[in-house]
Protein backbone atom coordinates (compact mmCIF):
# COMPACT_ATOMS: atom_id res chain seq x y z
CA UNK A 1 0.00 0.00 0.00
CA UNK A 2 1.57 3.42 -1.10
CA UNK A 3 1.16 6.05 1.20
CA UNK A 4 3.51 8.60 -0.55
CA UNK A 5 2.44 11.63 -1.87
CA UNK A 6 5.37 12.74 -4.48
CA UNK A 7 5.55 11.64 -7.97
CA UNK A 8 8.92 11.62 -9.23
CA UNK A 9 8.44 12.28 -13.65
CA UNK A 10 10.84 11.27 -15.54
CA UNK A 11 11.49 12.63 -19.44
CA UNK A 12 14.28 10.61 -20.93
CA UNK A 13 15.67 11.76 -24.43
CA UNK A 14 18.23 10.43 -26.71
CA UNK A 15 20.83 12.20 -24.76
CA UNK A 16 18.77 14.15 -21.92
CA UNK A 17 17.14 13.28 -19.11
CA UNK A 18 14.87 16.21 -17.31
CA UNK A 19 13.29 15.27 -14.38
CA UNK A 20 10.56 16.89 -11.80
CA UNK A 21 9.97 15.57 -8.24
CA UNK A 22 6.34 16.78 -7.62
CA UNK A 23 3.85 16.64 -4.55
CA UNK A 24 0.81 15.52 -4.86
CA UNK A 25 -0.74 17.36 -2.49
CA UNK A 26 -0.20 21.16 -3.83
CA UNK A 27 1.40 20.19 -7.33
CA UNK A 28 4.26 21.80 -6.51
CA UNK A 29 7.90 21.03 -7.02
CA UNK A 30 9.83 19.53 -4.46
CA UNK A 31 12.74 19.87 -7.24
CA UNK A 32 13.59 19.94 -10.78
CA UNK A 33 16.71 19.97 -13.25
CA UNK A 34 18.16 18.44 -16.09
CA UNK A 35 21.17 16.22 -17.87
CA UNK A 36 22.11 17.16 -20.64
CA UNK A 37 24.95 15.88 -23.36
CA UNK A 38 24.74 12.43 -21.68
CA UNK A 39 27.84 10.19 -23.70
CA UNK A 40 29.29 12.97 -24.77
CA UNK A 41 32.43 14.73 -22.51
CA UNK A 42 30.82 17.78 -21.58
CA UNK A 43 28.00 16.78 -19.89
CA UNK A 44 25.88 18.85 -17.20
CA UNK A 45 23.30 18.01 -14.62
CA UNK A 46 21.47 21.56 -13.37
CA UNK A 47 19.26 20.43 -10.48
CA UNK A 48 17.34 23.35 -8.70
CA UNK A 49 15.64 22.13 -5.10
CA UNK A 50 12.53 23.95 -3.81
CA UNK A 51 14.62 25.55 -1.24
CA UNK A 52 18.33 26.54 -1.10
CA UNK A 53 20.36 27.15 -4.50
CA UNK A 54 20.73 25.69 -7.67
CA UNK A 55 23.52 23.19 -7.94
CA UNK A 56 25.57 22.27 -11.05
CA UNK A 57 27.74 18.81 -11.96
CA UNK A 58 29.86 19.28 -15.25
CA UNK A 59 31.44 16.11 -16.01
CA UNK A 60 30.97 12.85 -18.53
CA UNK A 61 27.29 10.52 -17.65
CA UNK A 62 28.40 7.86 -20.22
CA UNK A 63 25.02 6.58 -20.17
CA UNK A 64 21.54 7.35 -18.64
CA UNK A 65 22.14 4.89 -15.77
CA UNK A 66 25.35 7.48 -14.51
CA UNK A 67 22.86 10.32 -15.14
CA UNK A 68 19.72 8.67 -13.12
CA UNK A 69 22.41 7.79 -10.40
CA UNK A 70 23.70 11.75 -10.37
CA UNK A 71 19.92 12.78 -9.69
CA UNK A 72 19.06 10.47 -7.25
CA UNK A 73 22.41 11.86 -5.18
CA UNK A 74 21.35 15.13 -5.98
CA UNK A 75 17.99 14.28 -5.01
CA UNK A 76 18.87 12.20 -1.58
CA UNK A 77 21.18 15.63 -0.52
CA UNK A 78 18.05 17.22 -0.32
CA UNK A 79 16.53 14.29 1.66
CA UNK A 80 14.39 13.57 -1.37
CA UNK A 81 16.26 10.36 -2.28
CA UNK A 82 14.79 7.91 -4.10
CA UNK A 83 14.23 5.41 -0.98
CA UNK A 84 12.10 7.86 0.58
CA UNK A 85 8.87 6.37 1.80
CA UNK A 86 7.37 9.70 -0.04
CA UNK A 87 7.70 8.41 -2.89
CA UNK A 88 4.82 6.92 -4.66
CA UNK A 89 5.33 5.82 -8.36
CA UNK A 90 8.34 7.28 -11.05
CA UNK A 91 5.94 8.99 -14.13
CA UNK A 92 7.44 8.36 -17.27
CA UNK A 93 6.75 10.27 -20.68
CA UNK A 94 7.15 7.81 -23.12
CA UNK A 95 6.29 8.83 -26.69
CA UNK A 96 5.04 6.51 -28.60
CA UNK A 97 2.15 3.90 -27.43
CA UNK A 98 0.84 2.93 -30.48
CA UNK A 99 -2.53 1.67 -30.77
CA UNK A 100 -2.03 -0.51 -27.64
CA UNK A 101 -1.80 2.21 -25.02
CA UNK A 102 -4.70 4.91 -24.86
CA UNK A 103 -4.35 5.30 -21.05
CA UNK A 104 -1.73 5.54 -17.85
CA UNK A 105 -0.18 1.90 -17.82
CA UNK A 106 2.20 0.51 -14.99
CA UNK A 107 5.29 -0.69 -16.50
CA UNK A 108 5.60 -4.41 -16.12
CA UNK A 109 8.09 -7.01 -18.27
CA UNK A 110 5.26 -7.37 -21.07
CA UNK A 111 4.71 -3.51 -20.96
CA UNK A 112 8.05 -3.06 -21.41
CA UNK A 113 8.34 -5.33 -23.94
CA UNK A 114 5.08 -3.76 -25.82
CA UNK A 115 6.64 -0.51 -25.74
CA UNK A 116 10.26 -1.69 -26.80
CA UNK A 117 7.92 -3.80 -30.29
CA UNK A 118 7.02 -0.11 -31.28
CA UNK A 119 10.38 1.20 -31.66
CA UNK A 120 10.05 0.84 -35.56
CA UNK A 121 7.12 3.77 -35.41
CA UNK A 122 9.14 5.69 -33.27
CA UNK A 123 12.95 5.01 -33.71
CA UNK A 124 13.95 8.29 -32.79
CA UNK A 125 12.31 8.44 -29.15
CA UNK A 126 10.98 5.12 -27.81
CA UNK A 127 14.34 3.77 -27.15
CA UNK A 128 15.36 6.51 -24.86
CA UNK A 129 12.35 6.00 -22.88
CA UNK A 130 12.88 2.42 -22.56
CA UNK A 131 16.47 3.08 -20.97
CA UNK A 132 14.80 6.01 -18.47
CA UNK A 133 12.12 2.67 -17.82
CA UNK A 134 15.13 0.56 -17.08
CA UNK A 135 16.88 2.09 -15.18
CA UNK A 136 14.53 3.85 -12.64
CA UNK A 137 13.41 -0.06 -12.38
CA UNK A 138 17.39 -1.14 -11.53
CA UNK A 139 16.95 1.45 -9.07
CA UNK A 140 13.31 1.25 -7.46
CA UNK A 141 12.35 -2.54 -8.26
CA UNK A 142 9.81 -2.17 -6.07
CA UNK A 143 7.89 1.37 -6.87
CA UNK A 144 5.38 1.29 -9.53
CA UNK A 145 6.78 2.79 -12.51
CA UNK A 146 3.89 3.88 -15.10
CA UNK A 147 4.31 5.17 -18.50
CA UNK A 148 1.89 8.09 -19.74
CA UNK A 149 2.19 8.26 -23.85
CA UNK A 150 2.04 11.02 -25.80
CA UNK A 151 -0.24 9.43 -28.41
CA UNK A 152 -3.04 8.04 -25.79
CA UNK A 153 -5.04 11.76 -25.75
CA UNK A 154 -5.28 11.24 -29.41
CA UNK A 155 -6.64 7.31 -29.64
CA UNK A 156 -10.07 8.74 -30.30
CA UNK A 157 -9.25 9.90 -32.98
CA UNK A 158 -12.08 8.58 -35.52
CA UNK A 159 -10.89 6.07 -38.31
CA UNK A 160 -11.51 8.53 -41.10
CA UNK A 161 -8.43 10.80 -39.52
CA UNK A 162 -6.68 8.50 -38.41
CA UNK A 163 -6.47 6.54 -42.20
CA UNK A 164 -4.03 7.67 -44.62
CA UNK A 165 -5.40 7.35 -47.89
CA UNK A 166 -3.07 4.70 -49.07
CA UNK A 167 -3.57 0.59 -49.14
CA UNK A 168 -5.08 -0.40 -46.64
CA UNK A 169 -3.06 -3.86 -46.58
CA UNK A 170 0.04 -2.34 -46.62
CA UNK A 171 -0.54 0.45 -44.40
CA UNK A 172 -1.84 -2.06 -41.84
CA UNK A 173 0.94 -4.81 -42.43
CA UNK A 174 3.49 -1.67 -41.04
CA UNK A 175 0.85 -0.06 -38.57
CA UNK A 176 1.47 3.61 -40.85
CA UNK A 177 -1.85 5.70 -39.39
CA UNK A 178 -2.43 8.74 -38.07
CA UNK A 179 -1.12 8.88 -34.24
CA UNK A 180 -0.16 12.40 -32.62
CA UNK A 181 1.91 13.45 -30.54
CA UNK A 182 2.12 15.85 -27.63
CA UNK A 183 -1.32 14.08 -26.31
CA UNK A 184 -0.42 15.16 -22.21
CA UNK A 185 -0.28 18.66 -23.14
CA UNK A 186 -2.99 18.52 -25.48
CA UNK A 187 -5.02 17.16 -22.87
CA UNK A 188 -3.90 19.09 -20.09
CA UNK A 189 -4.55 22.70 -21.86
CA UNK A 190 -8.07 21.43 -23.21
CA UNK A 191 -8.74 20.55 -20.00
CA UNK A 192 -7.07 24.28 -18.52
CA UNK A 193 -9.24 26.19 -21.21
CA UNK A 194 -12.38 24.62 -20.17
CA UNK A 195 -11.91 25.41 -16.78
CA UNK A 196 -10.82 29.18 -17.29
CA UNK A 197 -14.29 29.61 -18.82
CA UNK A 198 -15.75 28.37 -16.23
CA UNK A 199 -17.28 25.48 -17.78
CA UNK A 200 -16.81 21.31 -17.86
CA UNK A 201 -14.59 19.38 -20.68
CA UNK A 202 -17.49 17.92 -21.76
CA UNK A 203 -19.01 21.29 -22.89
CA UNK A 204 -16.49 23.20 -24.56
CA UNK A 205 -15.26 22.71 -28.19
CA UNK A 206 -11.52 24.09 -28.05
CA UNK A 207 -8.39 24.22 -30.80
CA UNK A 208 -5.28 23.63 -28.83
CA UNK A 209 -2.20 24.97 -30.62
CA UNK A 210 0.98 23.70 -29.05
CA UNK A 211 3.68 26.38 -30.24
CA UNK A 212 7.34 25.36 -29.13
CA UNK A 213 9.95 23.85 -31.02
CA UNK A 214 7.99 20.83 -32.18
CA UNK A 215 4.60 21.89 -33.02
CA UNK A 216 1.26 20.72 -33.40
CA UNK A 217 -2.90 21.67 -33.28
CA UNK A 218 -5.76 19.69 -32.05
CA UNK A 219 -9.72 19.62 -32.40
CA UNK A 220 -11.06 18.67 -29.16
CA UNK A 221 -14.85 18.35 -29.15
CA UNK A 222 -16.04 18.05 -25.34
CA UNK A 223 -13.11 16.80 -23.98
CA UNK A 224 -12.14 14.12 -26.54
CA UNK A 225 -10.00 14.73 -29.54
CA UNK A 226 -11.09 14.77 -32.81
CA UNK A 227 -8.19 15.74 -34.75
CA UNK A 228 -4.70 16.79 -34.62
CA UNK A 229 -1.79 17.73 -36.76
CA UNK A 230 0.76 15.31 -36.46
CA UNK A 231 0.55 11.88 -37.87
CA UNK A 232 3.12 8.66 -37.92
CA UNK A 233 5.89 10.60 -36.28
CA UNK A 234 6.00 13.84 -35.03
CA UNK A 235 6.45 15.56 -38.49
CA UNK A 236 3.30 15.80 -40.14
CA UNK A 237 1.23 19.27 -39.67
CA UNK A 238 2.72 22.83 -38.84
CA UNK A 239 6.07 24.14 -39.32
CA UNK A 240 8.31 23.80 -36.61
CA UNK A 241 11.31 24.66 -34.91
CA UNK A 242 13.84 22.31 -37.33
CA UNK A 243 10.57 20.43 -39.14
CA UNK A 244 9.31 20.79 -42.07
CA UNK A 245 5.82 19.56 -41.28
CA UNK A 246 3.53 18.74 -44.27
CA UNK A 247 5.61 18.26 -47.67
CA UNK A 248 4.43 16.72 -50.44
CA UNK A 249 5.33 13.72 -50.21
CA UNK A 250 6.65 13.84 -53.94
CA UNK A 251 9.90 15.97 -52.61
CA UNK A 252 11.40 13.20 -51.18
CA UNK A 253 10.88 10.70 -53.85
CA UNK A 254 12.65 13.87 -56.62
CA UNK A 255 15.36 14.69 -53.70
CA UNK A 256 16.45 10.81 -53.66
CA UNK A 257 16.01 10.62 -57.41
CA UNK A 258 17.48 13.85 -58.84
CA UNK A 259 19.14 14.65 -55.99
CA UNK A 260 20.84 11.97 -55.00
CA UNK A 261 20.27 12.44 -51.06
CA UNK A 262 20.20 8.99 -49.37
CA UNK A 263 16.79 8.17 -47.01
CA UNK A 264 18.87 8.78 -43.36
CA UNK A 265 20.29 12.39 -45.56
CA UNK A 266 16.45 13.28 -46.68
CA UNK A 267 15.01 12.47 -42.88
CA UNK A 268 18.10 14.21 -41.05
CA UNK A 269 16.74 17.37 -43.38
CA UNK A 270 13.00 17.12 -42.70
CA UNK A 271 13.46 16.45 -39.32
CA UNK A 272 16.46 19.24 -38.09
CA UNK A 273 17.33 21.32 -40.86
CA UNK A 274 13.91 22.37 -42.08
CA UNK A 275 11.71 24.65 -40.40
CA UNK A 276 12.02 27.94 -39.41
CA UNK A 277 16.23 26.90 -39.54
CA UNK A 278 15.72 25.86 -42.76
CA UNK A 279 13.76 28.84 -43.85
CA UNK A 280 15.95 31.79 -42.49
CA UNK A 281 19.02 29.85 -40.41
CA UNK A 282 17.16 30.34 -36.83
CA UNK A 283 14.93 28.09 -34.98
CA UNK A 284 14.14 30.37 -31.94
CA UNK A 285 11.14 32.28 -32.37
CA UNK A 286 12.15 35.16 -30.59
CA UNK A 287 15.30 35.91 -32.85
CA UNK A 288 12.65 35.23 -36.17
CA UNK A 289 10.47 37.90 -34.72
CA UNK A 290 13.50 40.25 -34.02
CA UNK A 291 15.34 39.89 -37.31
CA UNK A 292 11.92 40.43 -39.40
CA UNK A 293 11.03 43.02 -37.80
CA UNK A 294 14.31 44.71 -38.52
CA UNK A 295 13.43 44.16 -42.19
CA UNK A 296 15.71 40.99 -42.81
CA UNK A 297 13.84 39.28 -45.52
CA UNK A 298 14.30 35.93 -44.74
CA UNK A 299 12.95 36.02 -41.71
CA UNK A 300 9.88 37.58 -42.75
CA UNK A 301 9.30 34.69 -45.30
CA UNK A 302 9.80 32.30 -41.99
CA UNK A 303 7.45 33.99 -39.85
CA UNK A 304 4.76 34.30 -42.29
CA UNK A 305 5.04 30.41 -43.37
CA UNK A 306 5.01 29.49 -39.94
CA UNK A 307 2.05 31.96 -39.30
CA UNK A 308 0.31 31.11 -42.79
CA UNK A 309 0.35 27.39 -42.09
CA UNK A 310 -1.02 27.95 -38.43
CA UNK A 311 -3.87 29.34 -39.78
CA UNK A 312 -4.63 26.63 -42.37
CA UNK A 313 -4.93 24.88 -39.51
CA UNK A 314 -7.47 27.13 -37.68
CA UNK A 315 -9.81 26.97 -40.37
CA UNK A 316 -9.65 23.52 -41.16
CA UNK A 317 -9.86 22.59 -37.37
CA UNK A 318 -12.84 25.06 -37.28
CA UNK A 319 -14.71 23.08 -39.98
CA UNK A 320 -14.04 19.56 -38.41
CA UNK A 321 -15.90 20.79 -34.87
CA UNK A 322 -18.11 23.07 -36.47
CA UNK A 323 -18.82 25.35 -33.42
CA UNK A 324 -15.83 26.53 -31.85
CA UNK A 325 -15.48 27.56 -27.78
CA UNK A 326 -12.41 28.41 -28.12
CA UNK A 327 -9.03 28.14 -28.94
CA UNK A 328 -5.68 28.17 -26.59
CA UNK A 329 -2.64 29.11 -27.47
CA UNK A 330 0.36 27.00 -25.35
CA UNK A 331 4.08 25.87 -25.11
CA UNK A 332 7.37 28.03 -26.15
CA UNK A 333 6.32 29.90 -28.77
CA UNK A 334 2.51 30.26 -28.12
CA UNK A 335 2.67 31.65 -24.06
CA UNK A 336 5.79 34.48 -25.16
CA UNK A 337 5.12 35.41 -28.88
CA UNK A 338 2.51 38.15 -28.96
CA UNK A 339 3.16 38.71 -32.33
CA UNK A 340 2.88 34.91 -33.63
CA UNK A 341 -0.75 34.88 -31.81
CA UNK A 342 -1.89 38.03 -32.93
CA UNK A 343 -0.83 37.28 -36.60
CA UNK A 344 -2.50 33.69 -36.62
CA UNK A 345 -5.83 35.30 -35.80
CA UNK A 346 -6.15 38.43 -37.68
CA UNK A 347 -8.77 38.92 -40.29
CA UNK A 348 -10.78 35.87 -38.56
CA UNK A 349 -13.77 38.54 -37.27
CA UNK A 350 -16.11 36.36 -39.41
CA UNK A 351 -15.47 33.39 -37.69
CA UNK A 352 -15.72 35.26 -34.21
CA UNK A 353 -12.28 34.94 -33.47
CA UNK A 354 -10.25 38.33 -32.61
CA UNK A 355 -7.47 39.42 -30.02
CA UNK A 356 -7.38 42.54 -28.16
CA UNK A 357 -4.07 44.05 -28.59
CA UNK A 358 -3.60 45.45 -25.07
CA UNK A 359 -4.62 41.83 -23.55
CA UNK A 360 -2.29 39.93 -25.77
CA UNK A 361 0.49 42.00 -24.65
CA UNK A 362 0.45 41.18 -20.88
CA UNK A 363 3.13 38.72 -19.87
CA UNK A 364 2.23 36.53 -17.41
CA UNK A 365 2.72 32.51 -16.49
CA UNK A 366 -1.06 32.17 -15.43
CA UNK A 367 -4.03 31.14 -18.08
CA UNK A 368 -5.38 34.40 -19.79
CA UNK A 369 -7.86 35.58 -22.78
CA UNK A 370 -6.88 37.47 -24.89
CA UNK A 371 -9.89 37.97 -26.88
CA UNK A 372 -12.24 41.00 -26.42
CA UNK A 373 -15.12 40.79 -24.91
CA UNK A 374 -17.19 40.79 -27.49
CA UNK A 375 -16.19 37.84 -29.67
CA UNK A 376 -17.51 34.53 -30.27
CA UNK A 377 -14.68 32.58 -29.75
CA UNK A 378 -12.60 32.92 -26.46
CA UNK A 379 -8.72 33.34 -27.70
CA UNK A 380 -6.80 32.38 -24.41
CA UNK A 381 -3.31 31.92 -23.63
CA UNK A 382 -2.93 28.72 -21.76
CA UNK A 383 0.15 27.66 -19.91
CA UNK A 384 1.08 23.65 -20.64
CA UNK A 385 2.46 21.66 -17.39
CA UNK A 386 2.60 17.87 -19.20
CA UNK A 387 4.88 16.90 -16.32
CA UNK A 388 2.41 17.88 -13.50
CA UNK A 389 -0.01 15.82 -15.68
CA UNK A 390 1.85 12.71 -15.73
CA UNK A 391 2.10 12.84 -12.21
CA UNK A 392 -1.66 13.43 -11.77
CA UNK A 393 -1.94 10.59 -13.95
CA UNK A 394 0.30 8.23 -12.65
CA UNK A 395 -0.68 9.30 -8.97
CA UNK A 396 -4.58 8.37 -9.87
CA UNK A 397 -3.42 5.01 -11.34
CA UNK A 398 -1.57 3.64 -8.62
CA UNK A 399 -3.96 5.08 -5.97
CA UNK A 400 -6.76 3.22 -7.66
CA UNK A 401 -4.74 0.02 -7.88
CA UNK A 402 -3.94 0.04 -4.30
CA UNK A 403 -7.44 0.40 -3.44
P1 LIG B 1 9.25 24.61 -25.95
O1 LIG B 1 9.60 23.51 -26.92
O2 LIG B 1 7.81 24.62 -25.57
O3 LIG B 1 10.19 24.70 -24.78
O4 LIG B 1 9.47 25.98 -26.76
C1 LIG B 1 10.76 26.41 -27.12
C2 LIG B 1 10.65 27.53 -28.15
O5 LIG B 1 9.81 28.59 -27.63
C3 LIG B 1 11.96 28.21 -28.46
O6 LIG B 1 12.66 27.54 -29.48
C4 LIG B 1 11.52 29.58 -28.93
O7 LIG B 1 11.30 29.55 -30.33
C5 LIG B 1 10.19 29.80 -28.26
N1 LIG B 1 10.20 30.87 -27.26
C6 LIG B 1 10.60 30.81 -25.97
N2 LIG B 1 10.48 32.03 -25.38
C7 LIG B 1 9.98 32.87 -26.32
C8 LIG B 1 9.62 34.25 -26.35
N3 LIG B 1 9.75 35.03 -25.28
N4 LIG B 1 9.14 34.75 -27.51
C9 LIG B 1 9.01 33.98 -28.60
N5 LIG B 1 9.32 32.68 -28.64
C10 LIG B 1 9.79 32.11 -27.52
Do not use: W
Amino acid sequence: MTTGTRILVLNAGSSSLKYQLIDMLDGSRAAAGLVERIGEPAGRLAHTPRSGPGREELRFFPDHGAALTAVAAQLAADGLGLDSPELAAIGHRVVHGGRRFTEPTVITDEVLAEIRRLIPVAPLHNPANITGIEVARGLRPDLPQVAVFDTAFHATLPEHAARYAIDRAVADEHRVRRYGFHGTSHRYVSRATARLLGKDPAEVNVIVLHLGNGASASAVAGGVCVETSMGLTPLEGLVMGTRSGDIDPGVVFHLHRVGGLGIDEIDALLNRRSGLLGLCGDNDMREVVRRSQEGDAEARIAFDAYVHRLRKYLGAYYAVLGRVDAVAFTAGVGENSAPVREAACAGLDALGIAVDAELNSVRSDRPRIISPGYARVTVAVVPTDEELEIAQQAFALVHTAVE
